[in-house]
Nanobody
């Protein structure tokens, strides 16, 4: 069964940190670009960060310098380290895998083949 499973979300105070994990099963993650998206109720799901199969990465301006994406192909897992979290980072975070263009980082949800179920991140005092 091909699936992605996110973990690591939770409740954190402003200024705190969380590390999200995205574990793949049933397929080799190193053949895919990995994107992290987030969504709040009533808004479109937006890309936060992406890492290609060869390690090229991108991050949106609002989290630059605070969020870092990485991948461990030996563990078939990708990560999103989130530091200096702010209330506006509150969302459900999803990871997704793009096998069609693994060397690119797409910000379009339509490019991604597999999705995790999401993990809630809440930043509040």
């Amino acid at each position: 069964q091909l699936q992605l499973v996110e973990s690591g979300g939770g409740l954190v105070q402003p200024g705190g940190s969380l590390k999200l994990s995205c574990a793949a099963s049933g397929f080799p993650l190193d053949h895919y670009a990995i994107g992290w998206f987030r969504q709040v109720p009533g808004k479109e799901r937006e890309v936060v960060s992406c890492i290609s199969s060869n390690g090229f990465s991108t991050v949106i301006a609002t989290v630059k310098g605070r969020f870092t994406i990485s991948r461990d192909n030996a563990r078939n897992t990708a990560y999103l380290q989130m530091n200096s979290l702010q209330p506006e980072d509150t969302a459900v975070y999803y990871c997704a895998a793009d096998g069609l263009n693994p060397l690119a980082c797409s910000d379009s949800r339509l490019e991604y083949d597999y999705w995790g179920q999401g993990t809630q991140v809440t930043v509040s005092s």
